[in-house]
Nanobody, 119 residues
Framework: QVRLVEFGGGLVQTGGSLRLSCAASGSTSSIYTMGWYRQAPEKQRELVATVSNRGITNYGDSVKGRFTISQDNAKNTLYLQMNSLKSEDTAVYYC?????????????WGQGTQVTVSS
């Protein structure tokens, strides 16, 4: 089992920066990818960024060049550095982990943290 807890959401002004953190615990050795997804009111959940256990990153088109995903393996913590924030970035941000156990894939999600960008 994997447990994920997010930290760092809040209210920021347009053009500002914010860093989110996600602490993972449990059976973390079998995680092959982690990432961030977000969901705005009445919108479909969308990819923000992912990173594999080999360090390969992938970003959603809307955040490329502005957001950076990183991880501290010693602390089992995932980060999302968000710069040049726009009102369109307002959403609940969810931490994600993908795990393979005896050939089966399992998805794990954090509780979410609200990010609000205003003028």
């Amino acid at each position: 089992q994997v447990r994920l807890v997010e930290f760092g959401g809040g209210l920021v002004q347009t053009g500002g920066s914010l860093r989110l953190s996600c602490a993972a615990s449990g059976s973390t050795s079998s995680i092959y990818t982690m990432g961030w997804y977000r969901q705005a009111p009445e919108k479909q959940r969308e990819l923000v960024a992912t990173v594999s256990n080999r360090g390969i990153t992938n970003y959603g088109d809307s955040v490329k060049g502005r957001f950076t995903i990183s991880q501290d393996n010693a602390k089992n913590t995932l980060y999302l550095q968000m710069n040049s924030l726009k009102s369109e970035d307002t959403a609940v941000y969810y931490c994600y982990a993908g795990r393979i156990y005896f050939g089966d894939r399992y998805d794990y999600w954090g509780q979410g943290t609200q990010v609000t960008v205003s003028s």
